[in-house]
């Protein structure tokens, strides 16, 4: 079966630094991953998304990378708020069905 | 834009008793339509996902099953429920089919089963 795990459960960064979320992903034939945003006790908030023919994606403030060869997805937020504070998970795609991560519960320290 | 609706928020129910869960989608037509269910620390798990109208696929066997009446409304149900479908439950939305397209999610409902 297919596995989607995160570094670490859970991240504190300083107002103004930079997080960065990690995500490993097993299946290599995986070709579309996506990453999430959930407050609590709201629903997941799509953030940005990235197709295995690219290595890297910006939006604003956010930034995915992924690396292929090592099976790896990050999410970086620049200049974290502390409205950024949540869960944020990624997705895999493979086949037909999306596989999600757990989540790495962020913390924004003021 | 698009907006997906879902209610209650918040359902406490006992043991036993029946559930009806809706998601209305707006702004689109013929969206593929999804029901997942999270359970804390647990990614999320695919219950139900539907192409259009009164087409149905179940990816975990279960005592809930789902609905499609109208083209943008997707109803979960149970007729018992058990301690094991307390959650968080889900609706989602997508242009595509499947994991092909980004899908959206709804609000979510906490079920609490007691």
């Known amino acids: 079966g297919e596995s989607v795990g995160l570094h670490l459960p859970t991240l504190s960064v300083q107002e103004g630094d930079n997080s960065i979320i990690n995500c490993a992903y097993s299946n290599s034939a995986s070709d579309y991953f996506i990453w999430y945003k959930q407050e609590s006790g709201k629903g997941p908030q799509f953030i940005i998304d990235i197709r295995s023919n690219m290595d890297k994606r910006q939006g604003q403030r956010v930034t995915v990378l992924l690396n292929k060869t090592v099976k790896h997805l990050s999410l970086q937020i620049a200049a974290t708020q502390p409205g950024d504070s949540a869960v944020y998970f990624c997705?895999?795609?493979?086949?037909?069905?999306?596989?999600f991560g757990t989540g790495t519960s962020l913390t924004v320290i003021p | 834009s698009q907006t997906i609706h879902q209610w209650p928020a918040t359902l406490v129910q006992p043991v036993g008793s029946p559930l009806s869960l809706e998601c209305t989608v707006e702004?689109?037509?013929?969206?593929?339509l999804y029901w997942y269910r999270q359970a804390a620390g647990r990614g999320l798990q695919l219950l139900f996902y539907?192409?259009?109208?009164?087409?149905i696929s179940s990816e975990v066997p279960q005592n809930l099953s789902a609905s499609r009446p109208q083209d943008r409304q997707f109803i979960l149900s149970s007729k018992k429920l058990l301690l094991s479908d307390s959650g968080f439950y889900l609706c989602?939305?997508?242009?595509?089919?499947?994991?092909?397209?980004?899908?959206?999610f709804g609000p979510g409902t906490r079920l609490t089963v007691l």
């Open positions: 997705a895999e795609s493979t086949g037909n069905q999306f596989y």
């Open positions: 539907s192409v259009g109208i009164g087409q």
């Open positions: 702004g689109t037509s013929n969206p593929n």
């Open positions: 989602a939305w997508s242009v595509l089919a499947l994991s092909r397209d980004t899908q959206y």
